[in-house]
């Protein structure tokens, strides 16, 4: 037991003081199901161990994806229902992402068809305050208002999509549509003194609506109790029954695929290459083993190792190190089913056009060309993540910082108007 003293309540959980770590805080979910902002409320003997699992195991696998954060440790049923969480300060907005259109989106816009895909995915801000109804609220009302800053909304605005699309990701794997999602972010305490946005609160099966097969009618979620008139015992067993349905599921979430990379080079003088894709590759948790094979010198070995390989027990996506003939990358593609992405390793006498030329021109030379070993391995990160959420996020993850870089590049780059020419236009 890590419970302190108790220092809030919520609708559906209690939080406590961690016993040993000042900085932390312990969350146990209730037992409670309410829906109306609390009017209609009823107890489900466990619902609060289930909700702990699904959180812990939604949060193990944002974290596995590199996201920021309050989640430590807990949830699983040897903590008894606690989980271990960083203090922050909650900001009491919930942030809102719609993939479909549902729910009071379609009670607020009466001319939208339910089912509506929303491209791009829809943020909405609702105000914390029960006794108004959580209201929605404008970007500008919250900064007005003081409730944070419009630079700590712009990140929380930048997650909360990521953080649905990492989300609808593990869930289509099972062929279940993720319609909408409520969060709630915090602001925490860095080392230097700083603060930090991170993803707070709890992520359960009342947080999210979801349709197995995209179908409302074989819902999963919390709007099967939001939709009951007034429950009996045989209507909460069979929603305790989901619920228990979602938390198996979830815990599949982060399940790694086993996703492999065969990286093959024409000769040991690529392996700084290899070296590079395998660094970047176990940036995103892949796994890479290398080779040498010739398709000049030694055709009957780079097959059977090609045969070999796609014989493991795992998914298989090739990078050749091809030379400037390029044969390796068409003898492998055509080896093979699985996808082969061909790296060229450009030499010193090597010109960009000149490699562009001979290995875009002839057919069927590999099913993909990528001219960076970190990109390669970008690539590769991209196949494997179909059927691996983990490396989904971590790519989600990867695009992010970049989009940051080029951002805090331009806000450096001198323009009095930050367009990131020097000098203005
Ligand atoms: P809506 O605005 O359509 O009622 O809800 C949008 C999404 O946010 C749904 O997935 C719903 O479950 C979730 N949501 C809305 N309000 C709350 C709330 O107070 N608590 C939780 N856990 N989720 C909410």
């Keep these: 037991m890590k419970r302190g003293t108790e220092v809030g309540r919520g609708k559906t959980k209690v939080l406590y003081a961690h ?15 309410t829906a109306g902002d609390g009017a209609k409320r009823n107890t489900i003997a466990g619902k609060g161990r289930l909700a702990a699992l699904t959180t812990s195991r939604v949060y193990r696998l944002l974290n596995a994806c590199g996201l920021p954060t309050h989640f430590l440790s807990g949830g699983e049923d040897e903590d008894a229902n606690e989980m271990v969480v960083r203090r922050c300060e909650m900001i009491p907005i919930e942030v809102v992402v719609r993939g479909v259109a549902a729910g009071s989106y379609l009670k607020r816009n009466p001319g939208v068809k ?69 969060v709630e972010f915090g602001r925490a305490r860095r080392p230097d003194g700083g603060t930090e946005i991170l993803l707070a609160d709890v992520i359960d099966n009342d947080s999210w609506r979801i349709w197995p097969a995209g179908d409302q009618a074989l819902m999963l979620d919390k709007q099967i109790y939001r939709n009951m008139a007034v429950p009996t015992a045989g209507d909460l067993d069979a929603l305790k029954a989901k619920y228990e349905e979602v938390a198996e599921r979830v815990g599949r979430f982060a399940q790694p695929a086993g996703g492999l990379v065969a990286i093959v080079m024409g000769s040991s003088s690529d392996r700084p290459h290899a070296e590079r894709i395998s660094k970047a590759l176990a940036a995103f948790g892949i796994p890479a083993r290398a080779h040498v094979a010739s398709a000049h010198k030694t055709p009957a070995f780079a097959l059977q190792r090609v045969q070999q390989i796609d014989n493991m027990l795992a998914d298989v996506v090739y990078i050749t190190l091809a030379g400037r003939s390029n044969a390796l990358s068409a003898f492998v593609d055509a080896a093979t089913a699985n996808p082969v992405i061909a790296c060229p390793v450009i030499g010193a006498n090597w010109g960009g056009m000149e490699v562009l030329s001979s290995l875009l021109l002839p057919s069927g030379v590999a099913s993909s060309v990528v001219l960076e070993p970190e990109n390669a391995a970008l690539a590769a990160a991209k196949i494997l993540a179909v059927n691996d959420s983990v490396v989904y996020g971590r790519v989600v993850m990867s695009q992010y910082r970049s989009r940051k870089q080029i951002m805090e590049a331009d806000g450096h780059a001198g323009s009095p108007q930050g367009n990131g020419r020097a000098g203005g236009a």
């Design 114 to 182: 339910a089912g509506t895909v929303m491209a791009p995915r829809l943020v909405e801000y609702f105000f914390k305050d029960d006794a108004r109804h959580d209201p929605q609220y404008t970007a500008e009302q919250i900064v007005e208002e003081g409730i944070c800053t419009s630079s700590e909304l712009a990140v929380m605005t930048e997650l909360a999509p990521m953080i649905f699309d990492i989300l609808a990701h593990a869930w289509r794997r099972q062929r279940v549509l993720l319609v909408d999602l409520k």
């Design 19 to 33: 016993s040993d770590m000042a900085d932390a805080l312990v969350v146990v979910q209730q037992d409670d199901i």
